[in-house]
């Protein structure tokens, strides 16, 4: 005989549910009933009528109109990420240091100033480092285990900080939350490559944190 579940239990069951369950596989009919979602391969998709194209084109990230841009497999996964990390929405990219640049430019301009630790992902560094420095954008690299190594780094202007916890190779943590209500408090937004732990173990927007990046093909592939 089964006993009824308590309220972690339950949690843990949802919890569960959302990574392997997805009514979404089950019942779209576009599917067949399909458990997974079919890689879609094509580059074009076809309309009724060349004013549905002409609506489309309107708002390409809400509609299938050609791959680069929307593609049925791809949304598919942008919802599974959204749900597991409990964001708003996600973005997936052609690879982890797509996804990680168009984060980073997306907050910085020319004159701002970053903060990131010194262990985050090497491309990452380089990226920060070398390349951003080309058009005035400098970079401290701190070790960011504690909220005083941040509070020591940032200017006036700093505009980002950029965390990974826990780092590449050597697996140091940052706290999460105390760096997000810091970034809040100076106007900057926070950045975690979440890639290590990934939802199954940290969901850093649950503790403050503004953006959230993944390198796909890691623990979550």
Request: charged letters at 20%.
């Amino acid at each position: 005989m089964s006993e009824p579940l308590n309220d972690q239990a339950m949690k843990d069951k949802k919890r569960e549910q959302q990574f392997t369950q997805t009514a979404y596989d089950l019942l779209d009919g576009r599917h067949h009933g399909a458990i997974h979602v079919p890689i879609y391969q094509n580059s074009l998709f076809a309309f009724n009528s060349y004013e549905q194209f002409e609506e489309a084109g309107k708002e390409l990230l809400s509609h299938h109109v050609y791959s680069r841009g929307n593609n049925p497999t791809v949304q598919h996964l942008e919802r599974k990420l959204a749900d597991l990390e409990q964001a708003e929405s996600a973005k997936c990219f052609a690879s982890g240091m797509a996804a990680i640049t168009s984060a980073i430019l997306s907050v910085v301009e020319e004159g701002d100033h970053i903060v990131c630790v010194r262990q985050a992902y090497g491309p990452t560094r380089e990226f920060l480092g070398s390349y951003l420095a080309r058009f005035n954008v400098e970079t401290t690299f701190i070790d960011g285990s504690t909220i005083d190594h941040w509070r020591e780094a940032v200017r006036p202007n700093t505009k980002l900080l950029y965390l990974e916890s826990p780092t590449s190779m050597l697996f140091q943590l940052q706290d999460l939350r105390q760096c997000a209500a810091f970034a809040r408090s100076i106007g900057a937004i926070s950045i975690i490559d979440n890639t290590w732990a990934t939802p199954c173990f940290q969901n850093p927007l649950a503790l403050g944190i503004d953006l959230v990046v993944h390198s796909l093909t890691k623990y979550i592939g």
